[in-house]
């Protein structure tokens, strides 16, 4: 983790902040619950047009792919909680690229030999890289196991699921053989464009937030919260797995 130390709040600030992390917990959790399902969905508007055209579509796959970063609240959650405590570009730079890196490798090489994992397991281990983050962020490793697991190669891996999880879906698309390569990276192409907005707008939001002092009096109570989204990500997929 790079940045100051995390302070664990004493046991009367938690106290304090209950009734309005209760509060949270429930609206994010109920947003959660009934959102799930389209985390990674297919909107029927676009399957039913990738469906229909063939050929080389630049734009269009272009717009997909920026459209589903845009709208996947759990990359947005993972890249909260990877550029909570990173403050010089440089290090945004390493760990964006690290992602990005990842799930560029598993999407593309998914999608095209066509393998593709249970999206109620994929979407449970993505809900997971959130909570590891989460984790990883309030320092409970070193106090629990002893010791800072590799950030680094930790958001390369959670990036290769990420990835497995846009394959999965893009699958569902059923695109035409015909100019796929050049449609896969153009669909690449637009993820990195949704992710370099989601980035931007999570970037500017934090930067006014860590001017304020209560940056540091709710860090640990984000943290939390964005640990919890993650838990009921993975309890939603795996009830999913289960039932279905």
């Known amino acids: ?117 249970n999206s109620y397991i994929i979407d449970a281990i993505i809900g997971l890289s959130v909570v590891y983050k989460s984790l990883d962020n309030i320092g409970a490793f070193q106090r629990i196991l002893g010791f800072q697991p590799n950030t680094k190669v930790a958001t390369l891996v959670f990036g290769f699921f990420h990835g497995f999880g846009l394959s999965t879906k893009i699958i569902e698309y059923d695109i035409s053989p015909d100019g796929l390569v050049p449609n896969l990276l153009a669909f690449n192409v637009g993820v990195e464009i949704g992710q370099l907005l989601a980035l931007s707008t999570i970037l500017i939001a934090m930067g006014y937030w860590r001017r304020t002092r209560s940056f540091w009096r709710h860090a640990y109570t984000a943290n939390v919260v964005m640990m919890c989204a993650g838990f009921v990500l993975i309890g939603y997929q795996l009830t999913g797995l289960v039932l279905s």
Do not use: C, W
């Open 1 to 117: 983790m790079i940045g100051k130390p995390m302070h664990v709040p004493s046991l009367g600030a938690r106290q304090g902040r209950n009734v309005i992390l209760s509060l949270v917990l429930a609206l994010l959790s109920s947003l959660l619950i009934s959102s799930a399902a389209y985390a990674h969905a297919v909107a029927e508007g676009d399957k039913g047009y990738i469906q229909e055209i063939s050929g080389i579509n630049i734009l269009p796959f272009i717009y997909l792919g920026a459209k589903h970063m845009v709208t996947g609240y759990d990359h947005i959650l993972f890249l909260f909680g990877v550029i909570f405590f990173l403050y010089k570009l440089k290090h945004i730079g390493i760990y964006v690229s690290l992602f990005a890196v990842g799930h560029s490798t598993t999407m593309l090489l998914g999608v095209y030999f066509n393998v593709g994992i």
